[in-house]
């Protein structure tokens, strides 16, 4: 199989707090995992495509600085909300991908939202 | 950039009744099209995909066609059933850019099946 979790499903923060949010492939290597965001009955847009030990391409308009993303290992990358404002909350969703294929498997995604 | 269009955004239709998404894209160069099914709060699902040497790919009840000259693609669900409510997207990848492997995705159909 090809599992991605993801971690939280839901968080409630403060403004001007940092948030970090989990993405793991369970059962296979990933070099390349990507981070969307989904805003209600809208299409998900690419924030930035992580690749393992490098740094992360962010698509044109999305902070770095702001959305901090990290690929440690192949089996795990995290996004950082950092000062988080009420504009932030949204559904964030990864997905994994293997090396030698095109698909790729979302995770569950995590509800943020800033208050 | 690659650029997905999908049409339409809402469609309902009889239960037993066929079911058309159409989506175009921009870059000549895309050579994966998978389409994805989302239900409320959940992840994006992968029913279906077509790489660009297939001009046609068929699931039980779902096919998918390519047309690569007129860089459209279509989704063709048969005897839908109320369970295939859902919102599906449709989505192309992006060869051209060096390592990335991200996909552009359309805008979202939300199909309801009457019962």
């Known amino acids: 199989g090809a599992v991605v979790s993801q971690h939280p499903s839901r968080v409630i923060c403060k403004s001007g707090t940092s948030v970090k949010i989990e993405c793991r492939s369970l059962?296979?290597?990933?070099?390349?995992m990507f981070w969307y965001r989904q805003f209600p009955k809208k299409s998900l847009m690419l924030m930035a495509t992580?690749?393992?030990?490098?740094?992360?391409?962010?698509e044109q308009g999305v902070e770095k600085d702001k959305f901090l993303i990290n690929h440690a290992s192949l089996t795990l990358s995290t996004l950082t909300v950092t000062s988080a404002h009420p504009e932030d909350s949204s559904f964030y969703i990864c997905?994994?991908?293997?090396?030698?294929?095109?698909?790729?498997?979302f995770g569950p995604g995590t509800r943020l939202t800033v208050t | 950039g690659e650029n997905v269009e999908q049409h339409p955004s809402t469609l309902s239709v009889q239960e037993g009744d066929s079911a058309v998404i159409k989506c175009t894209y921009s870059?000549?160069?895309?050579?994966?099209f998978p389409w994805y099914k989302q239900e409320l709060g959940k992840r994006p699902q992968l029913i279906i995909d077509?790489?660009?040497?297939?001009g046609e790919k068929k699931d039980q009840r779902i096919a998918v066609t390519l047309n690569k000259t007129a860089k459209h693609f279509s989704l063709h669900i048969t005897e839908t059933q109320p369970e295939d409510s859902a919102v599906y997207f449709c989505?192309?990848?992006?060869?051209?850019?060096?390592?990335?492997?991200?996909?552009?995705f359309g805008s979202g159909t939300r199909l309801q099946v009457q019962p």
């Open positions: 077509i790489r660009s040497n297939v």
């Open positions: 870059d000549s160069a895309s050579n994966y």
């Open positions: 989505a192309a990848n992006s060869p051209r850019d060096t390592g990335r492997r991200a996909l552009t």
């Open positions: 059962d296979f290597q990933a070099t390349t």
């Open positions: 992580s690749n393992e030990g490098s740094k992360a391409t962010y």
């Open positions: 997905s994994a991908a293997r090396d030698t294929s095109y698909e790729q498997y």
